[in-house]
């Protein structure tokens, strides 16, 4: 595709549910990054995908985040028995290679409520 | 602890009007890189400057890096009311592979 793609734009769970957050990246790029946004706030780093292997995973925050990468393109990122501290914009990005210099393509990002 | 730190929290000028924003951070980086969002959704790249350049432009933009005193500047020359959004500063850091965004600036042109 044109651009980082992700699905759905909008989720709203109840509290205790698992969740799925998906992104398609840009075609051909091997590196992928998810970071969390809470309201107002900056970015925070999740985990990031070289390829198939995740050689930084250090920002999920608990056992309950895990993400995998299949083929190199699509990540999905899941949340299991989620909470209301939870809710956040989820932002997939996507980038050529994981090249010192290289910018991240962002997707426009899930917005998941917990309630 | 966020890596960058950008100050104002918030900016509000007249459009025409000049808008500096900056990003301080704390260890040593390869590059740092500004990001613009509009409405909470997803970023854009604005400009790249690398830890060996001093200042770099693209447009209305000018960016200014000054590795000794670990910040950068965002100057928008004659700003319009489309310019209106948070700017983001992020830093590639020399060990690992993330990029690390600071809490970034609202910045609001009042037409």
């Known amino acids: 595709g044109a651009g980082v793609s992700q699905s759905p734009s909008n989720k709203v769970t109840e509290k205790g549910k698992d969740v799925e957050l998906r992104c398609d990246p840009i075609s051909g790029h091997t590196a992928l990054y998810w970071y969390r946004q809470s309201l107002g706030q900056g970015l925070e780093f999740l985990i990031y995908?070289?390829?198939?292997?995740?050689?930084?995973k250090s920002g999920l925050p608990s056992d309950r985040f895990s993400a995998e990468r299949t083929g190199g393109s699509v990540s999905t990122l899941t949340i299991q028995r989620t909470q209301q501290e939870d809710s956040a914009v989820y932002l997939c990005?996507?980038?050529?290679?994981?090249?010192?210099?290289?910018?991240?393509?962002f997707g426009s990002g899930t917005q998941l409520s917990v309630l | 602890s966020q890596q960058g730190e950008e100050d104002p929290q918030a900016l509000s000028i007249q459009e025409g009007e000049n808008a500096t924003m900056n990003c301080s951070y704390k260890t040593s980086i390869n590059n740092l890189q500004w990001y613009r969002q509009n409405s909470g959704r997803g970023l854009v790249h604005l400009i790249l400057i690398r830890s060996n350049e001093r200042e770099k432009h693209s447009g209305r933009l000018r960016v200014t890096l000054d590795t000794s005193k670990k910040s950068s500047s965002l100057l928008i020359t004659a700003s319009r009311a489309a310019d209106t959004a948070s700017y983001f500063c992020?830093?590639?850091?020399?060990?690992?592979?993330?990029?690390?965004f600071g809490e970034g600036t609202q910045l609001t042109v009042n037409p």
């Open positions: 990005a996507s980038s050529p290679a994981a090249a010192v210099n290289e910018k991240l393509f």
């Open positions: 995908f070289q390829g198939n292997s995740a050689p930084d």
């Open positions: 992020a830093t590639k850091q020399t060990s690992g592979s993330r990029l690390t």
